[in-house]
């Protein structure tokens, strides 16, 4: 009888652990569900009207003016999930590109060289968050030194290997990179708050040209805050996007004299059909349009692409859909089919504005004829984390993406050219890291996802929650009938006593708690009930994501790009 009882209480004991194990599965999953659910809030949350504190640090320079934004015609509601889902994949991702050996950190920047090469820029150990600069946008961790890793990295497109490397003890806090005609490679840096012309493949390790002073922000001719990008004609003459702060663009001869400038800082948060000429809310990079002379900036936090005329800066057009949302990264122009924009966006609600709709992150292809999306796609036709720049062949065969988290360069070749992936080479990378986020505001939770769960995953939990709910119901009856035929016993031996005393110990302690008593799933080091929860709670989700890039994950506008 003692062996029976004992028996009936390891029972009861073991009935209710299990009971409690699904009960926290079942809430794991609900509230999995609810937070897929949700719109993706991944950097600061929504704080009052809008107007955070690292948004007014950011727009600062010429001060950002009060616009009334033209509403122009109203657009039709679009089921944007419902859209995308519509729009053809007509991009193949190349899993296996770049060779595993190429270790990157966050890449900011890609380009082309005279060779075909795939040039980048990469940051190495350098992270974009809220403590890199100061309210006055000055950079505070100067005492670090410069990076001493190269930051350039020139890669065969074919294979990925790396060809060549330089820029290592030269640059903070790496942003833009394109390479002129002539080969020469122009460089952004947001820390130092300068352009760079150097040679070819950086050969010497001398800058040609150095334009802006060193570590000291500024809105005068031969100062910039935070550049972004800089892009180079025909003829020499360039264009530098003066970017975070600023918000402007100035042309200069190929001597580096000014010529012109036009832009006005002016935050809109979402982007129109009528376009103001000449206000941006950070002008993150640039792209020319040979065909039509124009240049092409992204106004990053307005989601949309603006072109003027290369000659005058005068405006000419801008490019934006309700399926890109309201932020765009960086778009690159290839002259295929007619004229072809390809487009990266980013995650929504980093300035602590909530997002009004539905949002994906993936690259687009525009027709600049139609304005309309050909295609979209990703990597393994899922959603990027944090894009931030994006190149484009001439034939438009071959596409590049610039990711700051997960650090990585993704390749992309046109259907018609893509050889069929295998079932392994089509499952996502395992080996990358998480997202993290935040070129100044991509500080986007890395670990996110943007796939929302199907009623299935809940009713299975549901089911398994009512099972357990039994079986927990039925050891309480057994418990009962057993205590009751307990207590009709007359007479008791002294042995049965005592036992009966450590029963009713044991059972109390069921009801109460105990942390005497070791079971076989804690005895393994695999799954262990106890380790789910921590005394302090879960631990909080790592957030870097956003690029003032980084900032982007707690004060963000995006990895603090």
Known sequence: MTRTSSNNNNSVLHSCYFCLAICILFNLVTSAAVTENQSAQRYVQYVGNGNNERLQQMLKGVGAAE??????????????????????????????????SVKLGAVTAVSFDRAGNVVIFHRVDRIWNQMTFDRSNVYQERNRGAIMDNTVLGLEPETGKVLYEWGKNIFYMPHGLSIDPEDNVWVTDVALHQVFKFPPRGEGGKPLLTLGNAFHPGVGKNKFCKPTAVAVLNNGDFFVADGYCNARILKYSKEGKQILSWGQNSFAGRSYDVALPNFFAIPHALTLVPELDL??????????????????????????????????????????????????????????????????????????????????????????????????TEDGNAIYVAELNPMRIHKFLHKSLAKPMSLSASKVDAAAPLPMVSEAS???????????????????????LVFAGSTFALALIMAHRRKRGNRAISATPPSDLVYRKLAASNQSCLLFGTHNRRHAWEKTEGFKLGGLIDRNGFEKLDQNASDEEQEQETTTISQYA
Not at 77 to 96: F, H, I, P, R
Not at 333 to 361: C, F, K, R, S
Not at 443 to 464: E, F, N, R
């Open 67 to 100: 616009i009334n934004w033209p509403q122009g015609a109203k657009q039709e509601v679009t089921d944007v999930k419902t859209e995308l889902a519509k729009l053809n994949t007509t991009y193949v991702y190349q899993n296996a590109w770049p060779a595993n």
């Open 295 to 392: 240049l092409c900036a992204a106004d990053r936090e307005n989601g949309r692409v603006q072109c003027f005329l290369s000659n005058n800066g005068s405006f000419h057009s801008q490019y934006h859909n309700q399926l890109i949302g309201d932020r765009l990264f960086s778009m690159a122009y290839t002259p295929a089919a007619g004229g072809q924009l390809v487009i990266v966006n980013g995650p929504t609600a980093e300035m602590g504005i909530a997002p009004q709709h539905y949002n994906e992150v993936h690259g687009f292809v525009m027709s600049m004829r139609t304005r309309q999306l050909v295609s979209k796609f990703g990597p393994n036709n899922l959603q990027f984390e944090n894009p931030h720049d994006v190149a484009v």
């Open 442 to 464: 991509a500080s986007v939770d890395a670990t996110q996802t943007h796939h929302h769960p199907s009623g299935k995953a809940i009713l299975v939990a549901s089911l398994m």
